[in-house]
């Protein structure tokens, strides 16, 4: 538009004035407040690729690494990660088996979970509450040495009547053993188990506020998973979705949906040799939960697989087949993260995720650096696909799937301005922007 032009239009008198323009904003005075409350986005920290899970009362300093040799080894009696790669069929086996290599030897486990649940079983309170003691000792201790994993915490019993007072005890154990031998770690996660319904979430959230008030922590400071492992959460009586609700009912304490296969197959009465995470069932349940969770900053995670790569090489070879196909599924279908129950699975896990952000970071970074410096290209990217294309690049980065180097040589970009293009809502609270 000219000078002239513009200063035309600016002299014209605006048929939506200054009170349409007030009544407008103050009709929608409550929606401006619900998607800044309720949906602000995602924070920019980092999600881990997955989700170990071990007995509680296994748990020392020396785990995580032992768990990383233990899956080498693994890797090893099968002829090595370039000869598991290359069997797998992945591209550049070698550039892959480095870089996992790097990984398993650095920092094997993203994220761990002691397991009061499942994995530890019912046993008399007395031996419960000394490992709930014991596991805030040792988390405490593992975090101060520097061998803990950036994110560690545990699972306790659900909040069912049959359970829930245990649960409940574990927890306020294990948070002020925690205490007692320091500060909460930063990457402290807190997972509640087998939620029904949305009174049981507003009961955590209650838990949480108390254990703040006693131990002089920041409101808000204690957050929690949900796992999802009943149908109750998809579908309520009333024909409502509950896990929708959930997210917003718990004063933005949730961090993360799990979906539990086993319990999720289970509850619907499918046969054991088909409960699986890529069953049509399983698929629905993870369809509703993202679209739950999009734009509320909750991130989500898929389940696990019981098949373990142990025993024979043949059997080796083929859980490792199915592992990392089931990876590859997941990441692809928008779930950047899985459990993993054995350090066996550590193999594929890296293997999968690696090559998944490996074998789509070209495309990706020129295409990324075509918009940023806007170069001419067939595809013409809009905002929103650049963000996308930026926080792909950065998971990759985050896990190690991709180097520094890289990133800022074929996208162009530095890593600060990568960062600042995959969460422009976090920078532009932090008072810069790029759009």
């Known amino acids: 538009m000219s000078t002239a032009n513009s200063a035309a239009a600016a002299v014209r008198t605006l048929a939506l004035g200054e009170s349409e323009r007030r009544k407008i904003a103050e009709s929608l005075a409550a929606t401006d407040a619900l998607l800044a409350s309720a949906y602000p986005g995602d924070d920019g920290s980092r999600q881990p690729v997955h989700t170990a899970y071990i007995p509680a009362d296994t748990f020392n300093a020396g785990l995580p690494l032992q768990w990383g040799t233990t899956a080498l080894a693994a890797a090893d009696a099968q002829g090595g990660l370039e000869a598991v790669a290359a069997a797998l069929g992945f591209a550049n086996p070698a550039t892959l088996a480095g870089l996992v290599e790097r990984k398993l030897g650095a920092e094997p486990i993203e994220d761990l979970r002691l397991d009061f649940e499942d994995g530890f079983g019912s046993r008399p309170d007395t031996e419960e509450d000394a490992h709930a003691l014991a596991a805030g000792r040792e988390v405490s201790d593992a975090v101060r040495s520097g061998s803990a994993p950036p994110f560690i915490g545990i699972r306790f019993k659900c909040f069912e009547e049959a359970t829930r007072e245990r649960g409940l005890r574990t927890l306020d154990l294990f948070i002020s053993s925690l205490l007692e031998h320091g500060e909460l770690p930063d990457g402290l996660v807190l997972t509640l188990p087998k939620v029904s319904t949305v009174a049981q979430v507003q009961a955590m959230d209650y838990a949480c506020g108390r254990l703040e008030e006693v131990h002089g922590l920041q409101p808000g400071r204690l957050r929690f998973e949900v796992q999802m492992e009943t149908p109750q959460l998809i579908l309520a009586a009333d024909g409502t979705v509950p896990v929708a609700r ?54 989500i995670s898929d389940g696990s697989t019981n098949v373990l790569p142990i025993g024979t090489p043949e059997n080796v070879a083929s859980a490792w087949a199915l592992h990392s196909r089931l990876v590859a599924r997941s990441l692809a279908a928008g779930y950047y993260q899985g459990w993993d129950l054995h350090p066996a699975q550590l193999v594929t896990r890296y293997l999968a995720t690696y090559d998944f952000y490996r074998s789509g970071f070209s495309a990706a970074a020129l295409r990324l650096k075509n918009y940023v410096h806007k170069i001419e290209s067939t595809i013409l990217d809009e905002p929103a696909t650049a963000r996308a294309l930026a926080r792909f690049i950065h998971r990759g980065l985050a896990c190690g799937a991709l180097t520094s180097d890289e990133v800022s040589g074929e996208a162009g970009v530095s890593i600060a301005e990568l960062t600042l293009l995959a969460h422009p809502k976090v920078s532009n609270r932090s008072g810069s922007s790029h759009e």
């Not at 619907?268 to 993870?286: F, R, T, V």
């Open 246 to 299: 959930l997210l917003h009912a718990a004063s933005g304490r949730i961090s993360a949906l799990h979906y539990g296969t086993y319990d999720y197959s289970a509850s619907l009465e499918i046969s054991a040799a088909y409960q699986s995470m890529e069953h049509p069932a399983a698929d629905y349940a993870k369809q509703v939960m993202q679209v739950a969770v999009a734009g509320t900053g909750v991130r």
